[in-house]
């Protein structure tokens, strides 16, 4: 059985044994129901891992004991995914499943075309919701560094972000260049814009382009938004040598 990742304090991952409590804990001991000698990972969700067993559980925390420390190293190249806000729901699937394939930061972008548009209180709910699924996803898919989910940007952020990366992608289905068949730095950033439902407008297009933005295009079928960003992130993991 896959042993279990739960976030911890960084300061308890260096305590050769401490009781692991709070909302974490509390979900270890009444709702995955640990006990003494079972075994569960902690992490910091920025790299850290402390390997421990349960020496003792109580209703709501565990007694455990460290038994080895390691430091998982940050991926490179760094995989960015714009995101165009989907209809409904789809916004967490799509983070979810961009999670478990490993993207490193998610960016929400507000697009011209978006029919979901995230304004006031809306917009805090919406983004606590995604950063929620990052970190539930994270550690169900055994993440020891979870993914950045940043505040919603404009498209000129998005085009900022593209001029500073060392590959600039957008998904377009009118593209030339296949993104299977892109050349890939060793490092830096990797930034992947997927457009909303109703795609990236020419006035979106052409100010990546200026930002030196490769458009590419994803295969021959249309996949919707929510599913883009993790077809390319399998992709791009698997011919940059990450997986």
Do not use: N, Y
Not at 21 to 34: I, T, Y
Not at 219 to 235: E, I, K, N
């Amino acid at each position: 059985m896959t042993v279990p990742v739960f976030l911890a304090d960084p300061a308890d991952l260096a305590r050769p044994e401490f009781v692991f409590g709070g909302p974490e804990g509390r979900h270890a001991a009444a709702v995955r129901r640990l006990r003494a000698g079972e075994r569960l990972d902690l992490t910091d969700g920025a790299g850290s891992v402390a390997e421990c067993v349960v020496t003792e559980a109580g209703k709501d925390s565990l007694r455990v004991e460290v038994l080895r420390r390691h430091d998982v190293p940050v991926p490179s190249p760094r995989l960015v995914v714009v995101q165009g806000l989907p209809k409904g729901d789809r916004g967490e699937l799509a983070v979810e499943m961009m999670t478990e394939a490993g993207v490193d930061v998610i960016v929400p972008w507000s697009a011209t075309r978006c029919v979901t548009q995230w304004k006031g209180e809306r917009a805090a709910k919406a983004l606590a919701r995604w950063r929620s699924t990052a970190r539930e996803a994270g550690k169900q898919s055994r993440r020891f560094h979870l993914p950045e989910v940043t505040e919603l940007a404009s498209t000129a952020r998005v085009a900022g972000l593209l001029s500073a990366a060392a590959l600039g992608v957008v998904l377009h289905e009118e593209a030339a260049s296949p993104l299977s068949g892109l050349p890939l730095p060793e490092g830096g950033d990797i930034v992947v814009v997927v457009g909303p439902e109703g795609g990236v407008s020419g006035e979106e297009l052409a100010a990546f382009r200026e930002a030196k933005a490769v458009p590419a295009l994803l295969g021959p079928t249309v996949l919707r938004t929510s599913t883009a960003g993790v077809v390319a992130a399998a992709v791009l993991q698997t011919r940059s040598g990450r997986w």
